[in-house]
Nanobody, 125 residues
Framework: QVQLVESGGGLVQAGDSLRLSCVAS??????VGWFRQAPGKEREFVAA???????GYADSVRGRFTIYKDNAKDTVYLQMNSLKSEDTASYYC?????????????????????WGQGTQVTVSS
């Protein structure tokens, strides 16, 4: 199993930055993704990183968000810059453990086997 614990959320103003952390401990993972869910909306893909550091982003955050990992700390980070009110959501990290071969990042929720509890990000305009 993989245990996932998110942190770093908070209340910020538009244009500010936040860094979310996801500690992913337990068995080795092949990819970690960040998803977000706003009230009344479906959970959507934000960014993901594979075991080999290959990354992918949603169009809505590309150029503003950066995902990276620190293997020594078992942690995946999501650096969020130039935050907008539409970035307000609960942010979840998720881990996949079975797909080691593909070069692409996983963007679908059903590709991830483990999920964290989430951290709230609120951006005021």
């Amino acid at each position: 199993q993989v245990q996932l614990v998110e942190s770093g959320g908070g209340l910020v103003q538009a244009g500010d930055s936040l860094r979310l952390s996801c500690v992913a401990s337990g068995r080795a993972w092949s990819g970690v993704g960040w998803f977000r869910q706003a009230p009344g909306k479906e959970r959507e893909f934000v960014a993901a990183i594979r075991w080999n550091s290959y990354t992918g982003y949603a169009d809505s955050v590309r150029g503003r968000f950066t995902i990276y990992k620190d293997n020594a700390k078992d942690t995946v980070y999501l650096q969020m810059n130039s935050l907008k009110s539409e970035d307000t959501a609960s942010y979840y990290c998720a881990a996949e453990v079975t797909d080691w071969a593909t070069a692409r990042v996983s963007r679908r929720r059903d590709e991830y086997e483990y999920w964290g509890q989430g951290t709230q990000v609120t951006v005021s305009s």
